[in-house]
């Protein structure tokens, strides 16, 4: 953001950037999950197939490997398995995409103070800081989580029709969804938040290379 600020680089520049880096964000969010969302379809169908009691936790797991090696094509093609990409590539798409967008924000108001020529006391210029950082990172939290949230329900319904038992096939209990949306907040509060933040302290205080 500095070496911007330092180059004079322009507004329209800056904006241009954005929209290239969402992209970017996007584009490397959905072919990283990609090349894992196969495994993590193994596991959540195992689950929910030994939970109902259909199958073990191995003998699920041989299947779906069995599946996947013999017609690859058709596997990508399932349901089960756009159901789990579905989650992630948009998860990990909006996690990166808001920190992108959270970053360009700090960076046009570090411009504008530059350009308006604004001088803060060292006090005044941290606690915005501190506020900006804070402001940025439930953004990206908040954000993150309800994408997270609201398309892995979506999976885990499906899921749960489609390898659950059959007292299932008609509604899913309330407290299901309770304990899936527990799990969505300390997933992404641990992926996406709690990293800066532990990163930045170590930095801080045990003086380690950011």
């Not at 964000?25 to 959540?44: M, R, Y």
């Amino acid at each position: 953001h500095e070496e911007m600020i330092s180059t004079g680089i322009s507004g329209t520049a800056a904006a241009t950037w954005l929209v290239d880096k969402v992209l970017g964000d996007i584009l490397v969010g959905s072919a990283v999950t990609l090349c894992v969302a196969p495994f993590l379809t193994i596991v959540d169908k195992a689950i929910v197939q030994t939970a109902s009691g259909r199958e073990t936790l191995l003998k699920s797991s041989l299947e779906s490997i069995q599946g996947m090696a013999r017609n690859p094509i058709n596997y990508l093609k399932s349901p089960t398995f756009l159901f789990m990409w579905a989650v992630y590539a948009s998860t990990f798409s909006t996690a990166n995409s808001l920190k992108t967008i959270v970053e360009h924000r700090e960076y046009s108001q570090a411009t504008q103070q530059e350009e308006r020529g604004r001088k803060r006391d060292a006090a005044t210029s941290s606690k915005a800081t501190n506020e900006n950082a804070m402001y940025g990172k439930m953004t990206i939290f908040v954000g993150t989580t309800f994408v997270n949230s609201s398309t892995g329900l979506f999976k885990d319904r499906a899921y749960a029709k489609m390898f659950g038992s059959a007292s299932v096939q008609t509604s899913v209990p309330r407290i299901s969804y309770a304990l899936w949306i527990a799990r969505d907040f300390m997933v992404v509060g641990s992926s996406f938040i709690l990293p800066d933040l532990v990163s930045s302290r170590l930095a801080e205080e045990w003086g380690m290379d950011k």
